[in-house]
Each structure stands twice: as C-alpha cells, then as structure tokens.
C-alpha cells in the first residue's frame, strides 16, 4: 500500500506557474506508474497527465499538452506537475494517483491509491 500527499496548489494569475508536488509513503514508490487528474466545481475527474515507473515515458491529456510537464525523482519517492502558462479553466482540485499496471493508465480505474488533492485557483 502507498500513501499520497499533494501540495503545491494555490492561487496565481493566468499565464503563471505553479509546481505540484505529490509526495509517496508506504510500497516501494518505483514499482508504481504515477498519474495526475484535476476536478473542477461540477465536473467529473479527468485525467491530465503521467509517469511510467522508470520515468522515462510520460503522456499528457491534450487540453494540457505542451503547458504542463510530468517528472518523478524515485529516489525521493516524488512525483511533480510542473504547470506553466496557466489559463482559469485550469482551475481545479488536482489529485495525483499510483498505478501498479505496466502501461501508463489514463483513467480513473487504472489507479489504486488517491491523494487528498490540492486546489489550485488561476486568476483572470
């Protein structure tokens, strides 16, 4: 079992960045794929990007694509989003998810364990 614990959410203006950071406790963070997924006010949960075991492989949803980057340090158990030019309808509670599949999982039921989530809030 793993434990996950998000931070880095916060406020910033439209075309900002923010770096998410999900910090893993627990079964050996390297034998997980590592998934991020966001949910806004009255809308379902949906995928936005994630991370092979090794790291050396990612894929990103295309409403984020070319804005927001996937890594993970295995050795301090971390997995990060790092979101840059920020637009409001980025605005969500963002959730990272471990995965013990071998491919890279892009939806909800391809996860086993949940972080709590952070918010993060973009400005206009």
């Known amino acids: 079992q793993v434990q996950l614990v998000e931070s880095g959410g916060g406020l910033v203006q439209a075309g900002g960045s923010l770096r998410l950071s999900c910090a893993a406790s627990g079964r050996a963070f390297s034998s997980y794929g590592m998934g991020w997924f966001r949910q806004a006010p009255g809308k379902e949960r949906e995928f936005v990007g994630a991370?092979?075991?090794?790291?050396?492989?990612?894929y990103c949803a295309d409403s984020v694509k070319g804005r927001f980057t996937i890594s993970r340090d295995n050795a301090k158990n971390t997995v990060y989003l790092q979101m840059n030019s920020l637009k409001p309808e980025d605005t969500a509670v963002y959730y990272c998810?471990?995965?013990?599949?071998?491919?890279?999982?892009?939806?909800?039921?391809?996860?086993?364990?949940w972080g709590q989530g952070t918010q993060v809030t973009v400005s206009s």
């Open positions: 991370i092979n075991r090794s790291g050396g492989s990612t």
């Open positions: 998810a471990a995965s013990l599949i071998l491919r890279i999982g892009v939806q909800m039921n391809d996860y086993d364990y």
